[in-house]
């Protein structure tokens, strides 16, 4: 059982370059999200999803992309990268019809953009 | 939106001291989530409070819900080196999580 699965784990970029962060998560969670970390900042939501084919904007949504095909996976796309999404992004998952929903965290993906 | 502060924002112990940190919310919450991230990792988590004015130990941990479920503490005794790393708190609410800034946490031997 791998929990999130995060890739890259690092990865930097050019100004206006594009990538997609992969997220999968085998433990067929409807709820998945992804973060950023910054320092003093603590997690912001960027995007959340609640159930493949459904999305939605969270605290920081500008410059990125979502989309949720099916259950296991949540990638994250940064359309052109700047420089002030140097940070550290985390996806995450949980159940939906739980008493407790923890969420599962990946490894994180550290991106810096120059 | 819904807003959850909490602080301090650092807090520099020696080992053996006690430690806690707050949490507050702009409104009230079903529930609230407690995560811990070591250093260089991702956030685990640590306990859920669901009940008002509940209150659960995790060994040397102290979790408490607030009355009026917008507030909650989280308290170690008896600080460990093992103990050291962010504690955050988080307010559930569909699918997301909002978060706290966190409590950075370094523990002196």
């Known amino acids: 059982n791998a929990g999130v699965t995060q890739t890259p784990k690092f990865q930097v970029l050019k100004t206006g370059q594009s990538m997609t962060l992969q997220c999968a998560q085998d433990?067929?969670?409807?709820?998945m999200s992804w973060y950023r970390q910054d320092p003093g900042m603590g997690l912001r939501l960027i995007h959340y999803?609640?159930?493949?084919?459904?999305?939605d904007q969270g605290e920081v949504p500008n410059g990125y992309n979502v989309s949720r095909s099916t259950t296991e996976d949540f990638p994250l796309r940064l359309l052109s990268a700047a420089p002030s999404q140097t940070s550290v992004y985390f996806c995450?998952?949980?159940?939906?019809?739980?008493?407790?929903?923890?969420?599962?965290f990946g490894q994180g993906t550290r991106l810096t953009v120059v | 939106g819904q807003q959850v502060m909490q602080i301090p924002q650092y807090q520099h112990v020696q080992e053996g001291e006690d430690f806690t940190t707050y949490c507050n919310s702009s409104?009230?919450?079903?529930?609230i989530q407690w995560y811990k991230q070591r250093p260089g990792g991702h956030p685990v988590f640590l306990i859920q409070?669901?009940?008002?004015?509940e209150v659960k130990k995790q060994k040397r941990l102290t979790f408490q819900f607030g009355e009026a479920k917008k507030n909650s503490s989280l308290h170690i005794t008896a600080t460990q080196t093992t103990d050291v790393g962010t504690y955050f708190c988080?307010?559930?609410?569909?699918?997301?999580?909002?978060f706290g800034q966190g409590t950075i946490l370094t523990v002196h031997p």
């Open positions: 995450a998952s949980s159940y939906s019809d739980r008493v407790t929903t923890e969420a599962f």
């Open positions: 433990m067929n969670h409807e709820y």
């Open positions: 999803s609640v159930g493949a084919g459904i999305t």
């Open positions: 409104t009230t919450l079903s529930n």
């Open positions: 409070l669901v009940k008002s004015g």
């Open positions: 988080a307010g559930p609410s569909y699918g997301k999580l909002t």
